[in-house]
C-alpha cells in the first residue's frame, strides 16, 4: 500500500492510496471529529483481491469496483453507493444505527455467476445471470423485517468441470433457471422457490427457517420428465417419469423425510 495523500484535520479528510498496479482508495469529504459526524465520498478499484487475503482472512479473486458517499453521526448514518461487481449493476444502501445496520437495500442486477465463483475463489461450475433484490426495514433478528427476491436466468453448467470436481459424467447440456422469495419476520425466514432444468422441475412452496436455531421445516416437489437424463448421476440409465412430493424437517444434525411417489 502505498499512501500518495493522507490529510487529517479538525474538519477534513483526505486518504489518496494505491495498491500495487492502478488498483487505489479514495475517500475525502467534511469530518467533525468533535461532532462525531463525517459527510465523505469514497472511491474504491481493486484490480486483484487477493492481495487484500491478509485483511479479509478469506481469498478472493477478480476485481472490485465501488464509490459512494457516506453521511452521519455515531447515532445515525448511512452509505449509499453503486458497483460493477461480477459484471452487474448494483446499487446499495445501508442505514446505520450505533454503527449496526438496521435497514439494508441491496440490488443487483444481471450479475455474471461464473465470475462470482471466480470472486468466491470457487470452480467455474456454471454460468448465467443473477438478479438479487433485497429490502431488510429492520436487520436486528429479534424484530427482523424484509424481503429477499433472487432470480437466476440462462443457466448452464459447466459439465467439464462438474464432471472433474465431483466425479460425475454429464455429456448432454444441463440448463437452468432458479427462483427465489424470502419473508424476513423476528427470527424466521418464509421461502418459497423453485428450479426448473433440463433434469427435473424442483419447487418447495414454503419453506420456514429458524433464524435462531436453523431448524428447517419444507414441503417440496420433484418431477422428473425423463430418468434417461439422470444418467450421468446415478451412472445407471432408467427410463420413464418419476414424481414425488412430501415434507422435509431438519434439526440437531438430524433429517425426517416423509412422502409418496407415483
Known amino acids: 500500500l502505498k499512501v500518495n495523500n493522507f490529510t487529517l484535520t479538525s474538519n477534513y479528510l483526505n486518504f489518496d492510496a494505491s495498491i500495487n498496479d492502478n488498483s487505489k482508495i479514495n475517500i475525502s469529504g467534511d469530518l467533525s471529529i468533535f461532532k462525531k459526524s463525517v459527510d465523505l465520498k469514497y472511491d474504491i478499484k481493486i484490480n486483484d483481491l487477493s492481495t487484500l487475503k491478509n485483511l479479509t482472512k478469506q481469498e478472493f479473486k477478480g476485481s472490485f469496483?465501488?464509490?459512494?458517499?457516506?453521511?452521519?453521526?455515531?447515532?445515525?448514518?448511512?452509505?449509499?453507493?453503486?458497483?460493477?461487481?461480477?459484471?452487474?449493476?448494483?446499487?446499495?444502501?445501508?442505514?446505520?444505527?450505533?454503527?449496526?445496520?438496521?435497514?439494508?437495500?441491496?440490488?443487483?442486477?444481471?450479475?455474471?455467476?461464473?465470475?462470482?465463483?471466480?470472486?468466491?475463489?470457487?470452480p467455474q461450475y456454471a454460468k448465467g445471470d443473477l438478479t438479487i433484490h433485497t429490502d431488510i426495514k429492520n436487520a436486528d433478528l429479534s424484530k427482523l423485517d424484509g424481503m429477499i427476491i433472487a432470480k437466476i436466468t440462462d443457466g448452464k453448467i459447466n459439465n467439464d468441470v462438474v464432471n472433474s470436481e465431483f466425479n460425475q459424467g454429464f455429456k448432454s447440456a444441463i440448463n437452468f433457471q432458479s427462483e427465489i422469495n424470502a419473508i424476513l419476520t423476528p427470527n424466521k425466514a418464509e421461502v418459497k422457490s423453485n428450479l426448473n432444468s433440463s433434469l427435473a422441475e424442483i419447487s418447495m412452496n414454503k419453506t420456514t427457517i429458524d433464524l435462531s436455531t436453523n431448524n428447517?421445516?419444507?414441503?417440496?416437489?420433484?418431477?422428473?420428465?425423463?430418468?434417461?437424463k439422470l444418467e450421468g448421476i446415478i451412472s445407471k440409465k432408467l427410463n420413464g417419469e418419476f414424481l414425488t412430493d412430501g415434507n422435509l424437517k431438519a434439526f440437531d444434525k438430524t433429517i425426517q423425510l416423509e412422502g409418496s411417489s407415483d
Do not use: C
Request: charged letters at 25%.
Open 65 to 122: 469496483v465501488t464509490n459512494g458517499i457516506f453521511i452521519g453521526n455515531e447515532d445515525e448514518a448511512i452509505i449509499q453507493g453503486i458497483s460493477d461487481i461480477a459484471q452487474s449493476q448494483t446499487k446499495y444502501y445501508f442505514n446505520l444505527e450505533d454503527f449496526e445496520p438496521k435497514n439494508i437495500n441491496i440490488q443487483v442486477k444481471n450479475a455474471k455467476i461464473e465470475d462470482l465463483l471466480v470472486l468466491l475463489n470457487k
Open 216 to 228: 428447517i421445516k419444507t414441503d417440496y416437489k420433484i418431477d422428473i420428465k425423463n430418468l434417461a
